[in-house]
């Protein structure tokens, strides 16, 4: 499935059409992502790695310290630094957080950006593969746990759920990842969606090869 992934980056970006599956809607409207290109730009990281022969990517579970998004599970990221490329951004922070070196990684591309309004940030995904699993080593100012989750759970159906939650004093219905006892949500969702899209139409592409 690695070379799923290097095919996934070669496949046309949906874009909002993914994000949008798994966007946080209040019940009363607010039904679209915000397409708003002028945030404070930021970058994260989708690490794929082998693990006993299946692909793995990481998460992190952040602190109740940081700045922003206490708590919640993340990829990954933060903001980008000075003239720094977008891709310098999400290895410089991979490195910072959880010890990746980037001579670890092969960065295969990037995802949609993605504005968010909470925060301010305009999001570019980056994407990359390891050949062996790295070694992490969690930043305890910022990660307080590393989530390690096999990269067919993007594409299984079951693990797509909702829920109805209190969201910034109002209730919204929130669409997630049900990852182990993680919910993932947010921002983090939208852009697993846009990965998974990709991963899906790189699957399909290859069954279609092999059926002919």
Same mark, same amino acid.
């Given at each position: 499935?690695?070379?799923?992934?290097?095919? +996934?980056?070669?496949?046309?970006?949906?874009?909002?059409?993914?994000?949008? @599956?798994?966007?946080?809607?209040?019940?009363?409207?607010?039904?679209?992502?915000?397409?708003?290109?002028?945030?404070?730009?930021?970058?994260? *990281?989708?690490?794929?790695?082998?693990? =006993?022969?299946?692909?793995?990517?990481?998460?992190?579970?952040?602190?109740?310290?940081?700045q922003n998004h206490k708590g919640q599970i993340s990829l990954p990221g933060g903001a980008r630094e000075g003239d720094e490329s977008l891709v310098d951004t999400a290895l410089r922070? /991979?490195?910072?957080?959880?010890?990746?070196?980037?001579?670890?990684?092969?960065?295969?591309?990037?995802?949609?950006? @993605?504005?968010?309004?909470?925060?301010?940030?305009?999001?570019?995904?980056?994407?990359?593969?390891?050949?062996?699993?790295?070694?992490?080593?969690? =930043?305890?100012?910022?990660?307080?746990?590393?989530?390690?989750?096999? *990269?067919?759970?993007?594409?299984?159906? /079951?693990?797509?759920?909702?829920?109805?939650?209190?969201?910034?004093?109002?209730? /919204?219905?929130?669409?997630?990842? +049900?990852?182990?006892?993680?919910?993932?949500?947010?921002?983090?969702?939208?852009?697993?969606?846009?990965?998974?899209?990709?991963?899906?139409? +790189?699957?399909?592409?290859?069954?279609q090869r092999v059926q002919s």
């Amino acid at each position: 499935m690695l070379d799923d992934v290097r095919r +996934a980056l070669q496949q046309p970006r949906p874009g909002v059409t993914a994000q949008a @599956l798994m966007w946080p809607r209040r019940l009363s409207g607010d039904d679209l992502p915000s397409t708003d290109q002028h945030g404070r730009d930021a970058a994260v *990281l989708i690490i794929v790695y082998p693990l =006993d022969g299946d692909p793995y990517f990481v998460l992190t579970r952040r602190t109740e310290t940081v700045q922003n998004h206490k708590g919640q599970i993340s990829l990954p990221g933060g903001a980008r630094e000075g003239d720094e490329s977008l891709v310098d951004t999400a290895l410089r922070e /991979a490195r910072e957080e959880i010890a990746v070196e980037p001579a670890e990684l092969d960065v295969l591309g990037m995802l949609t950006p @993605l504005y968010v309004p909470v925060s301010g940030y305009l999001i570019t995904p980056c994407v990359a593969i390891a050949a062996r699993r790295p070694t992490f080593r969690p =930043d305890p100012l910022e990660v307080v746990e590393i989530i390690e989750a096999p *990269l067919s759970c993007l594409i299984d159906p /079951a693990l797509r759920q909702e829920d109805d939650w209190p969201v910034r004093g109002a209730i /919204a219905h929130v669409p997630y990842f +049900a990852i182990g006892p993680h919910k993932v949500w947010g921002a983090t969702a939208m852009i697993l969606a846009e990965f998974a899209s990709l991963l899906e139409a +790189a699957r399909q592409c290859r069954t279609q090869r092999v059926q002919s």
